[in-house]
């Protein structure tokens, strides 16, 4: 049997690639329906505390609509590498596809908190 053959048989792996697939899919959805909800064009970006009462830097929604390319660069280059380092053990595998959990999760949040504010 081909190592593809037993990397998409494995229960776990197809679970963590569900789970990822539908985070991806959720942040991207999410990020592409607040920013094009909004009225006007510039957006918070960037958050300095040093900087007192303009601790706030507005621009363009183009950093924004990063925040999509960078969803889908996670789960496609996790994806490929678990499928590589299938072989060599099945734990880095597996870790790999659950690091990709724990950066969607954190990019969904991050890019929720920047679309929260006005």
């Known amino acids: 049997m081909s190592n593809e053959k037993k990397y998409f048989q494995d229960k776990i792996v197809l679970l963590l690639l569900s789970v990822n697939s539908f985070l991806t899919l959720l942040g991207s959805v999410m990020i592409l329906l607040k920013v094009g909800n909004s009225g006007d064009q510039t957006r918070i970006i960037q958050y300095r505390p040093e900087l007192g009462l303009s601790a706030f830097n507005k621009g363009g929604t183009g950093p924004i609509y990063a925040f999509v390319l960078f969803v889908w660069f996670i789960m496609i280059f996790?994806?490929?590498?678990?499928?590589?380092?299938?072989?060599?053990k099945k734990d880095y595998s597996?870790?790999?596809?659950?690091?990709?959990?724990?950066?969607?999760?954190?990019?969904?949040?991050?890019?929720?908190?920047?679309?929260?504010?006005p």
């Open 78 to 88: 996790h994806t490929f590498m678990s499928v590589k380092t299938y072989n060599l």
């Open 94 to 117: 597996i870790l790999m596809l659950a690091f990709c959990l724990l950066l969607l999760s954190l990019a969904i949040i991050v890019s929720n908190s920047l679309l929260a504010l």
